[in-house]
């Protein structure tokens, strides 16, 4: 009897959870959640799994949280849930494990089909939510240790949502790249650099400052990695095209100039030094074309220590092509040198 109570009395709990839950979600904003004092800040840690990365007399107010207002609604909601499946637990009920298992399922099918927002606050969420319902059952339940499918499920789509951001930042970088309007032959030097340059690296900061501005460090580290190596070699592959024939020193100083630019942006971000290894092959490559000396390129030693990141095929292809419209030697010497690098 108590059984068949409790089973009812759990479904209709799930019932209740699940329409607050998708009230919660379906009423967010998705937009970081402005605290605009002290005591509304403390409000909201307490109730949330959620570790600030600076003490809190290092805050301003008013200050932004990483995540949208969803995630500590969803946090009470879920403590509620918690609490109220345990308050059957008592002298009357000695079926803890019957309790651990239900809320276990119920969380579960509750958290993973629901829309995942928020993953990274929410798969911490769930390993808390495991010691929690730990600590939670009787001091006398032999009970073993409780797992969430659910934590391994956010999890996932966490990598899901990682390798997506990488794709949209990617296309929109192909994009801008499109845009370049070099010309390869040019009269005269540029007095600054392209305007699709200049728009990346907006895009490149704006994205960072804001856009992504609640995913952890580490993640947007990986998207600027990802994203700068992915830029270098679109830039990259501009010379390099079947349709550009012939490069003289104007058109090489127009690249060189936008190289530098991303490369002073780069340098001017947190890490700065690090991040710039992405540009080593593109701007060693403008270096090779901008030498006095482009017989450096073949004598291995010298290319090793001054274009090591060169590619040894795009190097004299690149050469050939500038070559062409400056000393017919190094052309030649090029095409001699090419089967021994």
């Known amino acids: 009897m108590l059984q068949q109570l409790f089973d009812k ?47 809190v007399e290092e805050l301003t107010f008013p200050c932004v949280l990483p995540f949208s207002q969803m995630y500590p609604l969803c946090c009470i909601d879920i403590r509620n ?26 969380l579960d099918e509750l958290l993973s089909e629901k829309i995942l927002i928020n993953l990274e606050h929410f798969e911490i969420a769930c390993r808390e939510l495991e010691q929690l319902l730990i600590r939670a059952r009787s001091s006398t339940s032999a009970g073993g240790p409780l797992r969430l499918n659910a934590t391994e499920e956010f999890r996932n789509n966490k990598k899901t949502a990682e390798k997506r951001i990488f794709e949209l930042v990617n296309s929109k970088i192909d994009d801008l790249v499109d845009t370049a309007e070099y010309d390869w032959l040019a009269n005269e030097v540029p007095t600054e650099p392209s ?90 490559t403008v270096n090779l074309m901008q030498s006095d000396n482009h017989e450096e390129f073949f004598d291995i030693s010298i290319r090793n ?37």
Do not use: C
């Open 195 to 284: 305007n699709y340059m200049q728009t990346l690296t907006r895009y490149l900061s704006n994205i960072m400052n804001s856009t992504l501005l609640g995913l952890p460090r580490e993640i947007k580290e990986l998207i600027y990695f990802d994203a700068l190596s992915h830029a270098a070699e679109k830039i990259l592959a501009l010379p390099l095209s079947p349709e550009v024939r012939h490069i003289n020193g104007h058109g090489v100083s127009a690249l060189a100039q936008d190289v530098n630019y991303l490369t002073e942006f780069v340098g001017s971000l947190e890490n700065g030094q690090m991040l710039r290894e992405n540009l080593d092959e593109l701007q060693q």
């Open 305 to 341: 220590k001054k274009y090591g990141r060169v590619d040894v095929l795009n190097g004299p292809m690149l050469l050939e092509k500038y070559a062409v419209t400056d000393t017919p030697e190094i052309k030649m010497k090029s095409q001699n040198n090419i089967g021994t690098l």
């Open 81 to 106: 849930f918690l609490n109220q499946f345990y308050f059957f637990l008592d002298d009357h009920f000695q079926h803890s494990d019957i309790i651990d298992e239900t809320l276990r399922k119920s």
């Open 9 to 55: 009395y759990a479904q209709l709990l799930k019932r209740r959870f699940s329409e607050d839950f998708q009230e919660i979600v379906s009423t967010d904003d998705y937009m970081p959640m402005a605290i605009n004092s002290l005591s509304d800040y403390e409000k909201v840690v307490n109730v949330s799994w959620f570790t600030p990365d600076r003490p």
